[in-house]
């Protein structure tokens, strides 16, 4: 059964598509794109769990918590509306620099201040953020934990061709900010 919750959910996949639509291309790559299809693997990952965790809240009903708690949406709601001012806040600092195409743009550099001064990655990190905010919504532990794993993993993969890149441009640089900057979560990864 479909429940008004469900629309938060689908107004976060939105969203995602709409950064994903609008940053495409957006600007040119210095050399070839060194992407390697992760951004559809990332995209099939992550959409693939909210469907599949979806479904299994419907059909899996043992593991779910009490139906449509106010504080399980309370929760799922700030998760969400965090995250995506995490993830707005780290697209906005990075600036032209932003794309979903993994690649070096003319004139790009480190940027080491807002919300990168705490991780590598935020725009990621609010994304993991908001998408837990989805787990919750399917008021499944078996929806929430795939859902956060598989966003982790396709986040995971990534990171790993983002950062060959962004090292391999800018060498000792990076590798400085990375000695002191975690990836992902602050002072965990």
């Known amino acids: 059964m479909f429940h008004w919750t469900d629309i938060l959910g689908l107004a976060y996949l939105g969203f995602e598509l709409f950064v994903l639509a609008t940053r495409r291309g957006k600007v040119k790559a210095k050399a070839k794109s060194v992407d ?3 951004i559809r693997a990332a995209w099939a990952l992550i959409l693939g769990s909210c469907i599949v965790g979806f479904f299994l809240s419907r059909h899996i009903t043992v593991l779910n918590w009490p139906p449509h708690s106010a504080v ?11 995250g ?5 806040w780290a697209i906005r600092r990075l600036g032209i620099f932003f794309t979903v195409a993994v690649g ?23 994304s993991l953020i908001a998408l837990t905010g989805v787990g919750f919504l399917t008021f499944n532990w078996l929806g929430l934990i795939l859902i956060v794993s598989c ?18 441009e800018f060498g ?3 590798q400085e900010y990375a000695a002191r900057t975690k990836r992902l979560i602050p002072a965990v990864y």
């Open 104 to 126: 070096i743009q003319h004139g790009h550099r480190v940027i080491q201040d807002g919300p990168y001064r705490f991780v590598r990655h935020p725009s990621y990190t609010g």
């Open 172 to 174: 000792s640089e990076y």
């Open 151 to 168: 966003t982790l993993l396709a986040y995971a993969l990534r990171i790993s061709v983002e950062e060959k890149a962004l090292l391999a």
């Open 84 to 88: 995506v001012a995490l993830r707005v």
């Open 72 to 82: 399980i949406i309370g929760v799922a709601v700030l998760l969400l509306v965090g």
């Open 36 to 38: 390697r299809g992760t």
